[in-house]
């Protein structure tokens, strides 16, 4: 749907790495593998996207990283766009509303990393009822045409497991 407004794919890519995970950095060579691109057309876009004030950089040695830029007046509505076009939003609410006593949704694997992937790993803490949410798991895939993997913790749990983890996970909802 982005791509219909924005006509370049480059720049739809890097708009849902860096908005969908906004603490995420990532440089040039880095970026061009990712998207199977020449360094040429992902630094074009970079540069396009960083003097519009989106993204920000900071060197690191002799790399350049860049990240979204979350004091831009834009960053919310650029980041809602991101999450409704990947679904995201509309997993968390229609899962969580109704679910017992969520304390916090995170995405871990892929989609926390900024990129899109067929499966959205989200781990859920709280005291969560099991048959409700495999129901609502079901109903959220079919809508969204991809498959959701669900890891049920407590908060103690899941303290352990990230300090562990050598990926990223993103907070995406928190009853606070």
Sequence with gaps: MLEALITSKTRVRLLVKFFLNPTMKSYLRELASEFGESTNSVRLELNRLKDAGL??????????????????????????????????????????????????????????????????????????????????????????SRKIRVMLMTEEEFSSFSKKQNEPFLLVWSKD
């Design 55 to 144: 993204l920000e950089s900071s060197s690191k040695g002799n790399t350049i990283l860049y990240q979204a830029k979350s004091s831009h007046p834009l960053f919310p509505d650029i980041r809602s766009i991101v999450n409704k076009i990947t679904g995201i939003d509309s997993i968390i609410e229609s899962v969580i509303e109704n679910l017992g006593s969520v304390e916090k949704a995170f995405l871990i694997g892929d989609y926390a990393k900024g990129k899109s992937s067929e499966v959205i790993d989200v781990v859920l803490t709280g005291a969560i009822d099991k048959a409700y949410l495999h129901e609502l798991v079901g109903k959220s895939e079919d809508l969204i």
